[in-house]
């Protein structure tokens, strides 16, 4: 019985950390998705800002390379931006773990003064 339960136990946390991968993946495509288009996007307004069809092909060049520059760099910029927030995310959800286990302690040391307080009115009704 316990061996059927550990390995069902196990079974379903393979199961859980797959569909865990398979989202990150699912994400990570979205997000990828997502920056091409937005690099799509950011050209062709930058393209039709500067009209470039009307210039010659050296200037066409020159400036299809710096729209592309601009577009790297906002992309750059976008990903930074949303590295700090993750980062931020990460150290706000260790300090409310951090100020938790501060809860925790506190409310066993209470728990336990308690007990010494009045341990021996409960003896009777206290488990073993």
């Given at each position: 019985?316990?061996?059927?339960?550990?390995?069902?136990?196990?079974l379903e946390?393979?199961?859980?950390?797959?569909?865990?991968l398979i989202m990150k993946e699912k994400k990570r495509i979205?997000?990828?998705?997502?920056?091409?288009?937005?690099?799509?996007q950011l050209m062709a307004k930058?393209?039709?800002?500067?009209?470039?069809e009307l210039m010659n092909a050296q200037k066409r060049r020159m400036k299809q390379l710096e729209h592309r520059r601009a577009v790297e760099k906002l992309i750059e910029e976008r990903r930074q931006e949303y590295q700090r927030?993750?980062?931020?995310?990460?150290l706000e959800r260790k300090e409310?773990?951090?100020?938790?286990?501060?809860r925790r302690a506190i409310v066993e040391q209470e728990r336990q003064?308690?007990?010494r307080e009045h341990a021996?009115?409960?003896?009777?009704?206290?488990p073993k």
């Open positions: 019985k316990a061996l059927e339960v550990q390995i069902r136990q196990r946390l393979q199961e859980a950390h797959d569909d865990h979205a997000e990828l998705a997502e920056e091409e288009e937005y690099r799509r930058f393209a039709e800002d500067d009209r470039i927030l993750k980062e931020l995310e990460v409310e773990e951090r100020q938790e286990s501060m003064r308690l007990l021996t009115k409960l003896l009777g009704y206290l």
